[in-house]
């Protein structure tokens, strides 16, 4: 099973900041690789999709990159909305999907 | 608009079963592969299990491998997990989640806003 690490465990930034969240496959997963966002009580959201799509009525400021093993979820300038819990998720030919841990993002 | 609704959660002892729906709406369901994926409370997300648009394959993780089948049907616009041999780790919230294709699952373009199960004696 491809176990995804994502990190930091926590970022505490203020609006207007840039975040930057990482998320490291144990293999390479090639590009199958998304991103979601979760708020409390409420699904996660797709943001990402492909390492580097937005899903549709995704902010251009939200941006994803990578590609193999190592990969970034990057928003250019947060928003109050913003603050979060994001997943990353890959799937690769077996069928078998896995997510990582979560990255929370807080206001400082 | 895509409409995701799940129902038939609730307290279950150990051992027990549960069948979970997913009624949806605002696209054509048969067209797209369709998933369960859970979240334990204040924990991260697990894929449970998924199946292609005709329903004729299906996977499942392997923390519910022999115990949850999940279905489909088409002619009602609907999703079914069937639990059997549940376990208190199986506590969750279910999300109903469609894929954007018809087989081949890469991620979940939508969700529902789940049903929650607790396993507990």
């Known amino acids: 099973e491809i176990v995804l690490t994502q990190s930091p465990v926590t970022l505490s930034l203020s609006p207007g900041e840039r975040a930057t969240l990482s998320c490291r496959a144990s293999?390479?997963?090639?590009?199958?690789l998304a991103w979601y966002q979760q708020k409390p009580g409420q699904a996660p959201r797709l943001l990402i999709y492909?390492?580097?799509n937005r899903a549709t009525g995704i902010p251009a400021r939200f941006s994803g990159s990578g590609s193999g093993t190592d990969f970034t979820l990057t928003i250019s300038s947060l928003e109050p909305e913003d603050f979060a819990v994001y997943y990353c998720?890959?799937?690769?030919?077996?069928?078998?999907?896995?997510f990582g841990g979560g990255t929370k993002v807080e206001i400082k | 608009e895509v409409q995701l609704l799940e129902s038939g959660g609730g307290l279950v002892q150990p051992g027990g079963s549960l069948r979970l729906s997913c009624a949806a709406s605002?696209?054509?369901?048969?067209?797209?592969?369709m998933n369960w994926v859970r979240q334990a409370p204040g924990q991260g997300l697990e894929w449970v299990s998924a199946?292609?648009?005709?329903?004729?394959?299906?996977y499942h993780a392997d923390s519910v491998k022999g115990r949850f089948t999940i279905s489909r049907d088409n002619s009602k616009n609907t999703l079914y997990l069937q639990m059997n041999s549940l376990r208190a780790e199986d506590t969750a919230l279910y999300y109903c989640?469609?894929?954007?294709?018809?087989?081949?699952?890469?991620?979940?373009?939508?969700w529902g806003q789940g049903t929650l199960v607790t396993v507990s004696s």
């Open positions: 293999q390479s997963v090639s590009s199958y």
């Open positions: 492909g390492a580097s």
């Open positions: 998720q890959q799937r690769t030919n077996s069928q078998a999907l896995t």
């Open positions: 605002g696209f054509t369901f048969s067209n797209y592969a």
């Open positions: 989640a469609k894929a954007p294709s018809t087989s081949s699952v890469r991620h979940f373009d939508y």
């Open positions: 199946l292609t648009d005709t329903g004729d394959d299906t």
